[in-house]
């Protein structure tokens, strides 16, 4: 195809809904074999474009052309046969179906003409896809998605998206779930659909994917196009100014703030086959760094402190004292509170309004021998809301309907609003864009200015760094090694413990 010709292009959209415009006069293009970032802080438009293009949404006006025709997509249906799919940021498994069901949804392999599925053959199928990405030793077609990890279930949402042969596919944040091998593995399989002429749209937070993979970059900003560049003529300050539309040049701001005592230890925490002999303990003041590949363990011992998961042996003491944990409710209780990495699952509930899912583990502020003050209940969460500047119409909108990092924002605010003196944060910016990054790092050390403890699970490298006052390294459900250094912090050094000392 040359130079001058696109296999998809939107021209001029735009898109509003009540009370707010999302999109202004957008256009992007897509060449075969071409991975075309799209990058803007969250709220930008880019998941709205996209869903425009899989006729999830409609547009207000513009065009879509593809292969050079003009073409009108009313639904995702009409996508895939075009050509074109997606790999949403949000994973949505069946979870009760099997491995291969789930790729061959709606496509299911049949004895010829009769209704009855040929199993043997969808699961030989299914094989052969797991097979490409070296995940066939791992996971069998076989299996029900309710036996995967995050990171697994969405390595099938890649290979679903892969498996209708599509021309054009769409990536929402592919690796925020992802181990770097897993990672690895995928940017393999880019390469290859590149090679056969598949056109990939990659959307993104991390800058290091994007300088990478992409062969052009796109911009938006609040609804509008900034530009689209050749990565060639990139830097990745010039980048991050056409996304915020300003210079950030201290992401990661110095935590100066004065170091207490030991509010919470946790001794030989065990759970046979997870997590084994875990101890370590946190200062108020400080914010301790635990690093490790998915599946090192670390969520599950924070998720067992917490009282969401069982705890085989071991030991709790918050400032000094033994306390029980055995349910989230007993947590609370010790000011103990968790923002989990799953915002979907245990974080948030998506079709309700910000207001009640900030509200959902907070009521004891605003009611009284069970009845509910609500103008109280109004005034916290907006102040709340405010505090952690969550993007939104008002109070009232539908957690759904607002970006990955507004969402974010929310799980925070709700964990703020019980007052912590521990906060456990887990990948507390996945899926969350530069700008707001930074909110959430002068965020994070504000809390830490006025005393609380925070444990901050993260797998981003530079952000551990960055931000941890002390860094736990965790491999096969144990601790392998301690940083207390910042001038001492070593990324390859972390990285042979978190492949278990190797």
């Known amino acids: 195809m040359s130079e001058d010709k696109y296999i998809l292009e939107v021209k001029n959209i735009n898109k509003s809904f009540p009370g707010a415009k999302v999109l202004s006069?957008?256009?992007?293009?897509?060449?075969?074999?071409?991975?075309?970032?799209?990058?803007?802080?969250?709220?930008?438009?880019?998941?709205t474009l996209m869903k425009i293009i899989m006729g999830i949404y409609t547009s207000d006006s513009g065009e879509i052309y593809f292969e050079q025709k003009p073409v009108v997509?009313?639904?995702?249906?009409?996508?895939?046969?075009?050509?074109?799919?997606m790999i949403h940021q949000e994973l949505s498994p069946i979870l009760e179906m099997t491995v291969a069901e789930n790729i061959f949804i709606g496509r299911e392999?049949?004895?010829?003409?009769?209704?009855?599925?040929?199993?043997?053959?969808?699961?030989?199928?299914?094989?052969?896809?797991?097979?490409?990405?070296n995940m066939d030793k791992i996971i069998k077609p076989s299996m029900k998605m309710k036996e995967l990890n995050i990171a697994q279930i969405q390595m099938m949402e890649i290979i679903k998206a892969v498996s209708y042969d599509s021309k054009v596919i769409i990536m929402d944040e592919p690796t925020s779930s992802l181990s770097e091998k897993e990672t690895s593995e995928l940017f393999k399989t880019i390469d290859l659909l590149k090679k056969h002429g598949v056109g990939i749209i990659y959307i993104t937070h991390r800058m290091e994917e994007v300088f990478?993979?992409?062969?052009?970059?796109?911009?938006?900003?609040?609804?509008?196009?900034?530009?689209?560049?050749?990565m060639a003529d990139l830097t990745k300050e010039k980048l991050i100014h056409m996304m915020v539309g300003r210079e950030l040049n201290a992401v990661y701001p110095q935590n100066n703030s004065k170091k207490g005592e030991v509010v919470l230890e946790i001794k030989n925490f065990c759970h046979k086959g997870v997590f084994e002999n875990?101890?370590?303990?946190?200062?108020?003041?400080?914010?301790?760094?635990?690093?490790?590949?998915?599946?090192?363990?670390?969520?599950?011992?924070?998720?067992?402190?917490?009282?969401?998961?069982?705890?085989?042996?071991?030991?709790?003491?918050?400032?000094?004292?033994?306390?029980?944990?055995?349910?989230?409710?007993?947590?609370?209780?010790n000011h103990i509170t968790l923002a989990s990495e799953d915002r979907k699952e245990l974080g948030l509930v998506l079709c309700r309004s910000i207001k009640e899912n900030i509200s959902l583990q907070n009521a004891d502020k605003y009611s009284r021998l069970g009845f509910m003050f609500h103008n109280k209940e109004k005034q916290i969460c907006e102040s709340i809301t405010k505090k952690v500047t969550v993007k939104m119409?008002?109070?009232?909108?539908?957690?759904?309907?607002?970006?990955?990092?507004?969402?974010?924002?929310?799980?925070?605010?709700?964990?703020?609003?019980?007052?912590?003196?521990?906060?456990?944060?887990?990948?507390?910016?996945?899926?969350?864009?530069?700008?707001?990054?930074?909110?959430?790092?002068?965020?994070?050390?504000?809390?830490?200015?006025?005393?609380?403890?925070?444990?901050?699970?993260?797998?981003?490298?530079?952000?551990?760094?960055?931000?941890s006052d002390r860094i736990l390294v965790m491999a096969g459900g144990k601790i392998r090694g301690e940083f207390t250094e910042k001038s001492n912090y070593s990324q390859v050094e972390i990285m042979k413990l978190a492949f278990g000392g190797i």
């Open 25 to 47: 006069n957008v256009q992007l293009s897509l060449k075969s074999g071409e991975l075309h970032a799209l990058m803007g802080e969250n709220g930008a438009g880019k998941s």
């Open 73 to 85: 997509i009313k639904d995702a249906r009409d996508a895939l046969k075009i050509g074109i799919s």
């Open 109 to 133: 392999s049949r004895f010829w003409w009769t209704p009855f599925v040929n199993r043997k053959a969808q699961n030989d199928r299914a094989g052969k896809l797991l097979k490409q990405f």
């Open 393 to 467: 119409n008002g109070i009232s909108d539908e957690v759904n309907k607002l970006s990955g990092g507004n969402q974010q924002k929310v799980v925070i605010a709700k964990c703020l609003l019980s007052e912590p003196e521990v906060l456990i944060i887990d990948e507390p910016t996945r899926g969350i864009d530069i700008g707001a990054k930074a909110e959430i790092y002068k965020m994070m050390l504000e809390l830490a200015n006025n005393g609380i403890a925070i444990i901050m699970i993260s797998s981003e490298m530079p952000e551990l760094i960055g931000m």
């Open 212 to 230: 990478e993979l992409a062969d052009r970059v796109s911009v938006l900003r609040d609804g509008e196009y900034i530009g689209c560049e050749e």
């Open 278 to 333: 875990v101890s370590f303990g946190v200062r108020s003041g400080e914010i301790l760094g635990l690093a490790g590949l998915v599946g090192a363990g670390r969520s599950e011992v924070m998720r067992a402190l917490i009282g969401y998961d069982t705890l085989e042996s071991g030991e709790i003491y918050l400032k000094g004292k033994k306390i029980s944990i055995r349910h989230p409710k007993d947590a609370k209780r």
